[in-house]
C-alpha cells in the first residue's frame, strides 16, 4: 500500500459543484501540504498544515479551503468549482523536527488527484 | 525575489546517451536543494538532496552537482535509459522562512 493515498484518483465535476479530496498517510509524519500542478507552471502550494490545529495559506489558496481531520488526514475543498481549477492535485508530507527525514525536508508525495471540471 | 529557473523547459535524447539538466536558484539563505523525478500521471520522488558544502553526489546512473558560489546545480544522467522518461523537478530549501521553491521543471523524453 501506498504510503500517502488521495482520493479519488479522478473526477470529472461541473461548474459550482463542490468537491472535496482527501488526502491519508501512514508515514507519521506531522506535515501535510496540498499542491495542485499545471503544465509549464510547475507545482504550486495551496495550502499546508504543520500539526493537527495548524493550517496555513499557500500561493494559491483563493477558491480553496482544507480540513485537518487527524494527523493522517488532510482533505482538500472546493466549495464551487470552476473551470480554471481543472489540474492535477498533490497530497505531500513531511517530517517535523526529530522524524524520520525531517532535517532533510523531503516531501512524499500522493499519486495525485486528476481533477476536471467543467 | 526567490526563484528557481530550470533548463531547458524539454529535451529529447537517444536511449544510451548521455544529458545534463540545469538549475539555477536565487535562493537566499540557502539550506539545501533537491532533485525529484516525476513520471508521467504520479507523484515526484526525490533522487538525491544537496547541502552548502557538497560538490557532487551520485546515485545510481544520476549525479548532481552543485556550485554554492554561483548558485547553479546540475543533474546529469548518464547512458540514458527509456525508464528516464519523466519531469526532473529541482526544488530549493530556503529563504527567510526556510520555504520550498520550485522549479518548472525539465520534461526529458528517452527515445529507442
Known amino acids: 500500500d501506498a504510503d500517502v493515498t488521495q482520493t479519488p484518483r479522478n473526477r470529472i465535476t461541473k461548474t459550482g459543484k463542490r468537491i472535496m479530496l482527501e488526502c491519508s498517510q501512514t508515514?507519521?509524519?506531522?506535515?501535510m501540504y496540498w499542491y495542485r500542478q499545471d503544465p509549464g507552471l510547475g507545482l504550486r502550494l495551496i495550502y499546508y498544515?504543520?500539526?493537527?490545529?495548524?493550517?496555513n495559506k499557500g500561493e494559491i489558496s483563493d477558491g480553496y479551503s482544507v480540513s485537518r481531520q487527524a494527523q493522517a488526514k488532510f482533505s482538500l475543498s472546493l466549495e464551487s468549482a470552476i473551470p480554471n481549477q481543472t489540474a492535477l492535485y498533490f497530497c505531500?508530507?513531511?517530517?517535523?523536527?526529530?522524524?524520520?527525514?525531517?532535517?532533510?525536508?523531503?516531501?512524499?508525495f500522493g499519486e495525485g488527484s486528476r481533477l476536471t471540471v467543467l | 525575489k526567490n526563484q528557481v529557473e530550470q533548463s531547458p523547459q524539454s529535451l529529447i535524447i537517444l536511449e544510451g546517451k548521455n544529458c545534463t539538466l540545469q538549475c539555477n536558484y536565487t535562493v537566499s539563505p540557502f539550506s539545501n536543494l533537491r532533485w525529484y523525478k516525476q513520471d508521467t500521471g504520479r507523484g515526484p520522488v526525490s533522487l538525491t538532496i544537496?547541502?552548502?558544502?557538497?560538490n557532487t553526489k551520485s546515485n545510481g546512473r544520476y549525479t548532481a552537482t552543485l556550485d554554492a558560489d554561483t548558485k547553479q546545480s546540475s543533474l546529469h544522467i548518464t547512458a540514458s535509459q527509456l525508464s528516464d522518461s519523466a519531469s526532473y523537478i529541482c526544488v530549493v530549501t530556503g529563504g527567510s522562512q526556510g520555504n520550498l521553491i520550485f522549479g518548472k521543471g525539465t520534461k526529458l523524453s528517452v527515445k529507442p
Open positions: 508515514k507519521g509524519h506531522d506535515r
Open positions: 544537496m547541502t552548502f558544502s557538497e
Open positions: 505531500a508530507t513531511s517530517g517535523a523536527p526529530g522524524q524520520a527525514n525531517a532535517n532533510t525536508g523531503e516531501l512524499f
Open positions: 498544515s504543520f500539526d493537527v490545529k495548524d493550517i
